[in-house]
């Protein structure tokens, strides 16, 4: 069992990790074949991951309101949410049942006026908690947290009428922190990442790295 479950998997990471590193820099005919196979067969794994997420998901939430755990009512709003949502998807192309005047589909109402208020009210409240999680990193306690601060403050100025108000450099200045600071450490980071992801990839596809197995080593 343990070579089903351990052995089989990190055999199928290392020959298909090997394959598709020399497929990217082979520009074969057999080469973009393999791509689009492998491609398909992503997106056929990918409806099933989906399927055993939303499984997950409403199991999850059903042992919520079986249990009757805190804050189990939040749960009942997810089968109601899913359940509305799948039969307006279904009945997409119907006419509205309240107002045959109403412009687009059923989903798409859905969408304007459930989905984009409430992520609205979510990015809202969200930005109060910015602002307070702002006023705690932005102490001048040291020189380089002071550099961040007076940074910050020349950035939201540039970027409100209020700044061109006080000086004209201000926008010029914000620019400058944007385009040449901000975007070098954007690309160092960047890079950082590209340099994790590498290293990553070549632990998975040697067998080094075995999260994805589950368990332990």
């Known amino acids: 069992m343990s070579f089903l479950k351990r052995t089989v998997p990190m055999i199928i990471a290392f020959i298909m990790g090997i394959l598709m590193v020399f497929q990217y820099y082979v520009p074969h005919e057999a080469s973009q074949n393999l791509l689009k196979v492998v491609t398909r067969w992503g997106m056929i794994i990918s409806g099933f991951a989906m399927f055993i997420g939303a499984y ?13 755990v805190s804050g189990w009512g939040y749960s009942v709003f997810v089968f109601f949410g899913a359940g509305i949502t799948i039969i307006f998807g279904l009945y997409n192309g119907g ?18 006026y459930v989905q984009v208020p409430a992520g609205a009210t979510i990015f809202s409240i969200l ?12 102490r001048a306690r040291n020189k380089e947290a002071t ?23 201000i926008p010029i200045a914000a620019d400058w922190i944007m385009s040449v600071p901000n975007l070098a450490a954007k ?6 990442v590209s340099i994790g992801v590498i290293a990553t990839s070549i632990k998975i596809i040697f067998g080094i790295e075995r999260a994805y197995l589950g368990g332990g080593d």
Do not use: C
């Open 187 to 192: 690309r160092a980071i960047l890079i950082g």
């Open 56 to 68: 997950s998901l409403f199991h999850l939430h059903w042992n919520k309101i079986k249990l009757k």
């Open 147 to 169: 550099i961040l601060l007076i940074s910050a403050i020349i950035v939201m100025l540039g970027r409100v009428p209020i700044g061109t108000m006080i000086s004209q450099y």
């Open 127 to 138: 930005a109060f908690f910015m602002a307070s999680a702002a006023y705690r990193t932005f």
């Open 95 to 112: 006419e509205f049942f309240w107002n045959d005047k109403q412009v687009g589909t059923m989903f798409d109402w859905l969408f304007d």
